[in-house]
């Protein structure tokens, strides 16, 4: 009776859910891979958002990535695919520290616009290492990478989570493809739209509060974004119903 009482809830807790979100109304079409009505946090505001929750992140975001896989599908990402020398732009706390192989991985050159966040990801590399792999932390954004790294001089970028976070991702990707060999790779752990319209109602519906909160807009169609900056996809797959999306990328000559 137990067993089937909390099916019978489940089921009703899941139909809530999507009912809510068939119930909200859907952004316009002319919206493209924004995913919402309008991005009313600038780059700015995104980044004071970072600074302010520097030292409080990796406590907030640890279980989640835990318990949801994240923490394994960088791993299995960057662990695998990663080699040579590396760019990792909107690195953060350096929640990726610990994860790249060293004997594959040469040099990581982690890039992030806020110096809370890059300050956590020094202290981490200091207290905890970095696995044997070399590190070096820059203050920068990701539309200055030509200052950071020369063109097509990296065997790998990465960004995990980051794509949401840019005032302008497409042109934020081309710069990632501007810096990387064309042999290399492009590998991105990103969250956005899924495939299904009443989450999508949702993400939407709570977007600018989420990026008040968090500095990133969750409802961006990472796959448009990629395919818009010109970039060609090695291998997708998604997780979370969509919503997550490891992508493997090539720049184009």
């Not at 990133?216 to 970039?231: M, P, S």
Request: with cysteine; glycine share 10%; net charge neutral.
């Amino acid at each position: 009776a137990f067993v089937a009482t909390s099916a019978a809830s489940t089921v009703a807790l899941v139909g809530a859910v999507v009912g809510y979100g068939y119930g909200l109304p859907q952004p316009p079409s002319s919206c493209g891979a924004c995913g919402s009505r309008a991005e009313r946090v600038d780059g700015a505001t995104r980044i004071a958002a970072y600074d302010a929750e520097s030292s409080s992140f990796d406590a907030s975001v640890d279980a989640h990535e835990y318990w949801s896989g994240i923490s394994h599908a960088r791993r299995s990402l960057i662990g695998t695919h990663a080699r040579g020398r590396v760019l990792e732009v909107a690195s953060g706390t350096g929640r990726n520290i610990g994860m790249y192989d060293a004997d594959k991985v040469r040099e990581v050159t982690a890039v992030d616009a806020s110096r809370g966040m890059l300050a956590e990801a020094e202290a981490k590399a200091k207290h905890a290492g970095t696995g044997g792999v070399t590190m070096v932390f820059v203050h920068g954004d990701v539309k200055t990478l030509g200052k950071v790294v020369k063109r097509r001089s990296v065997d790998t970028v990465v960004d995990t989570f980051g794509l949401c976070s840019y005032d302008d991702p497409v042109g934020a990707l081309r710069a990632m493809a501007n810096a990387c060999k064309l042999n290399g790779e492009i590998l991105l752990l990103e969250h956005g739209r899924s495939q299904y319209t009443w989450l999508n109602n949702i993400l939407d519906a709570h977007a600018h509060a989420h990026a008040v909160k968090w500095g990133c807009y969750w409802n961006r169609d990472i796959v448009a974004l990629v395919k818009e900056a010109g970039l060609e996809i090695i291998e997708h797959e998604t997780r979370h119903l969509g919503t997550t999306s490891l992508i493997r990328a090539r720049p184009v000559a």
